[in-house]
């Protein structure tokens, strides 16, 4: 039997919008499995207001609603947290970020899918990982939903632009918009 293909998702989901779901979409579409990790799930600041634990939970509604109780048993939601800071870039942290995917999914080889930062996302791995085992598929931020960003989101969150907001983010998301801009409010816009 041939090895399952493996998607893999990095996003903090800050909260999740139709970007992150459009990048499931493909990952889906492509792959037999689908690990989202969810970073900087240790961290609780201004550019990460919003706990893991509501993380975790809006991903997992808006996947099953998004695709279906099918595909979404495909799609596996895993906590990351960060190897030092948002801002570590080096080999550490991509041999970090591989061992978790492997330890995961248990396939040495897999796609990451991921709408920006091409040129950070290459300096992670050592070349014999990505020559071998990891490969990229890359979709312009402005080519996907608008171009929106979960930055974006919050600001419509905090500005109580209710009406843009509903069109750039799931159901649950946007039902849970008061608790959001509560966090987001204390830890500073």
Same mark, same amino acid.
């Given at each position: 039997?041939?090895?399952?293909?493996?998607?893999?998702?990095?996003?903090?989901? *800050?909260?999740?919008? %139709?970007?992150?779901? #459009?990048?499931?979409? *493909?990952?889906?579409?492509?792959?037999?499995?689908?690990?989202?990790?969810?970073?900087?799930?240790?961290?609780? %600041?201004?550019?990460?207001?919003?706990?893991?634990?509501?993380?975790?939970?809006?991903?997992?509604?808006?996947?099953?609603?998004?695709?279906?109780?099918?595909?979404?048993?495909?799609? %596996?939601?895993?906590?990351? @947290?960060?190897?030092? @800071?948002?801002?570590?870039?080096?080999?550490?942290?991509?041999?970090?970020?591989?061992?978790?995917?492997?330890?995961?999914?248990?396939?040495?080889? &897999?796609?990451?899918?991921?709408? @920006?930062? &091409? #040129?950070?996302?290459?300096?992670?791995?050592?070349?014999?990982?990505?020559?071998?085992?990891?490969? &990229?598929?890359?979709?312009?931020?402005?080519?996907?939903?608008?171009?929106?960003?979960?930055?974006?989101?919050?600001?419509?969150?905090? @500005?109580?632009?209710?009406?843009?907001?509903?069109? &750039?983010?799931?159901?649950?998301?946007?039902?849970?918009?008061?608790?959001?801009? *509560?966090?987001?409010?204390?830890?500073?816009?």
């Amino acid at each position: 039997m041939a090895e399952e293909k493996v998607g893999v998702i990095i996003a903090r989901l *800050q909260p999740i919008h %139709n970007g992150h779901l #459009e990048l499931i979409r *493909q990952a889906l579409h492509e792959n037999d499995k689908v690990l989202v990790l969810v970073g900087s799930a240790d961290k609780l %600041n201004k550019r990460n207001p919003i706990p893991i634990n509501m993380r975790l939970a809006m991903a997992d509604e808006a996947i099953a609603e998004a695709f279906g109780t099918k595909d979404a048993l495909r799609v %596996n939601i895993q906590p990351l @947290d960060d190897l030092t @800071d948002e801002s570590d870039n080096s080999h550490d942290w991509g041999f970090y970020l591989y061992s978790k995917i492997v330890g995961i999914t248990r396939s040495p080889e &897999f796609t990451i899918y991921y709408s @920006d930062g &091409f #040129e950070i996302i290459m300096l992670w791995f050592p070349p014999f990982i990505t020559r071998n085992f990891v490969s &990229f598929k890359l979709n312009a931020r402005g080519t996907i939903a608008e171009n929106i960003s979960a930055t974006k989101v919050r600001k419509m969150i905090v @500005d109580m632009n209710e009406g843009e907001l509903e069109k &750039f983010v799931p159901k649950g998301v946007f039902e849970r918009r008061e608790i959001l801009r *509560q966090f987001i409010m204390a830890y500073g816009v």
